[in-house]
């Protein structure tokens, strides 16, 4: 009876431990998710898409650490990274509206570069339109602080 009842104390205290971990990585997650955010808002993305890899490696579920990943990788100049990911922010929550816009409009810039460039002039920079307006970062939240359908926009 001791021993059975030194086992169920034992996975008793496993499944607090595993609890408390995955609660540690969500927390990290979150961690790297603010700065890389940060870091998107100073304008350095290579320091964003670090932070933002290690957010999106911890938590790969979350759409919104997917969406803000993309913002990243196409301020680095690596747009089909950002297409990767935007297409998972999509998948992971399909009522995300900053992800689907980021998505759309980055799949929009790149048939334009497509037709106005078949050989290579005229491209235009990723993070604006063909007009050489700035683009609106459509961004989001992982914990739904900010309002957009449920993840949040920022």
Do not use: W
């Not at 350095?44 to 898409?49: D, G, I, T």
């Not at 979350?62 to 100049?77: K, P, T």
């Not at 297409?83 to 810039?109: G, H, M, P």
């Not at 307006?133 to 602080?145: K, L, T």
């Amino acid at each position: 009876m001791v021993n059975r009842a030194a086992k169920l104390a034992a996975t008793a205290v496993g499944f607090a431990l595993c609890a408390a971990l995955a609660g540690c990585a969500d927390l990290e997650a979150r961690r790297f998710y603010r700065a890389g955010t940060d870091a998107l808002d100073r304008g350095e993305s290579q320091r964003a898409v670090a932070e933002l890899e290690h957010a999106a490696a911890l938590a790969p579920e979350i759409s919104a650490i997917q969406n803000h990943l993309g913002i990243a990788y196409e301020d680095a100049g690596r747009s089909e990274d950002a297409l990767l990911a935007y297409e998972r922010a999509v998948a992971l929550d399909c009522d995300n509206r900053a992800a689907e816009s980021n998505l759309r409009e980055l799949r929009a810039r790149r048939a334009d570069d497509l037709r106005s460039s078949p050989d290579g002039d005229e491209v235009h920079d990723a993070r604006s339109s063909p007009d050489g307006d700035e683009v609106h970062d459509a961004r989001s939240s992982p914990d739904g602080d900010e309002p957009n359908t449920g993840q949040g926009a920022r």
